[in-house]
């Protein structure tokens, strides 16, 4: 299967809002890579068809989150586990089960070694915790952040920029604030998207009155 040029079709398809023929060639291709045993290829197929089915009009969240669980069952990392939680969050806006399919991820991810992920995991896990109103486990989130990026870990920077500014826009502690700021100074000059480089330059420069 040449998963390359299967992405450049299905791409095509979705930008044309020919979904039904999109989601009828992942389907023959998830049937292929199964009946292959190529388990590479049919996480990849999952994954794009968890894709297809949050971006179609109208979106249909209940295949993409079966999708993402059966995509976990295949992968079994806590990378796949992460993903679930991105969509629960973004696209389904479903908190509580974010911050339980994250801290799975986090937990998977750490066993694994896979700080990239951990620190993903983390980011997303403050921001659910703070529309919770769970400030203080937020503050611990921060606290294992900071202990990432003081490590000089294998991360990317820009994962927790929002979660950064949300939270120094919400406390009004201001060791937290400081905390936030220097984790914002550290990685600013590191940081390879110029979008949130100049945001977190601009929570490093805050006042903090």
């Not at 949050?54 to 796949?80: F, H, I, M, N």
């Not at 806006?93 to 066993?111: F, P, S």
């Not at 403050?126 to 294992?144: F, P, T």
Request: aromatic content about 6%.
């Amino acid at each position: 299967m040449d998963l390359l040029k299967l992405e450049e079709r299905i791409t095509k398809l979705i930008v044309s809002e020919q979904f039904d023929l999109a989601e009828a060639e992942l389907q023959q291709a998830k049937l292929q890579a199964t009946q292959e045993a190529d388990s590479y290829a049919l996480e990849e197929v999952l994954s794009s068809l968890a894709t297809l089915y949050r971006v179609k009009e109208p979106p249909d969240l209940a295949k993409a989150e079966s999708c993402s669980l059966e995509l976990e069952r295949v992968s079994g990392t806590g990378y796949a586990k992460v993903q679930t939680a991105m969509m629960l969050y973004w696209s389904m806006h479903d908190l509580e089960r974010t911050v339980t399919k994250a801290r799975e991820g986090i937990t998977a991810a750490t066993a694994e070694q896979d700080d990239k992920t951990v620190y993903q995991g983390l980011s997303l896990l403050g921001l659910a915790l703070l529309d919770l109103h769970q400030d203080d486990e937020a503050v611990r989130v921060l606290g294992e952040i900071e202990s990432m990026v003081a490590a000089r870990l294998r991360i990317v920077v820009g994962d927790e920029t929002l979660f950064l500014e949300r939270l120094f826009e919400q406390t009004k502690a201001e060791k937290t604030r400081n905390a936030i700021q220097e984790i914002a100074r550290i990685l600013w000059p590191v940081c390879r998207e110029a979008a949130f480089a100049d945001r977190l330059k601009t929570l490093a420069n805050a006042s903090l009155t």
